[in-house]
């Protein structure tokens, strides 16, 4: 997995990250990995979680598929270290 860091503003990180299947993924930080904010993480034509931000650990608050619609909780096992290389300590349980 290939990473490029970018900001859209310098309070809000973005991570862009490339999958072994050659889709994109983007991680856009609402707000500061120490607050409590939201951290939305898309999949090229795929799925879209969201999570809140307390402690410096990530929260799952949903997930979406590719249509929008709400969909099970699963967590990819490349979603954790994408998060901590944007400062996180990982996701709560």
């Known amino acids: 997995m290939s990473v ?9 990180p973005r991570l862009r990250s490339e999958l072994e299947d050659g889709r994109s993924v983007d991680v856009e930080v609402t707000g500061s990995p120490d607050n409590k904010k939201r951290i939305d993480v898309r999949v090229e034509r795929g799925r879209h979680w969201v999570f809140a931000v307390q402690d410096r650990t990530a929260g799952l608050i949903l ?15 490349w979603l ?10 990982g996701i709560k349980a």
């Open 4 to 12: 490029q860091s970018g900001r859209s503003r310098p309070d809000e």
């Open 80 to 89: 954790e270290p994408l998060l901590r290389r944007i400062g996180l300590e």
């Open 63 to 77: 997930t979406l598929n590719e249509n929008g619609q709400r969909i099970d909780d699963e967590i990819p096992s």
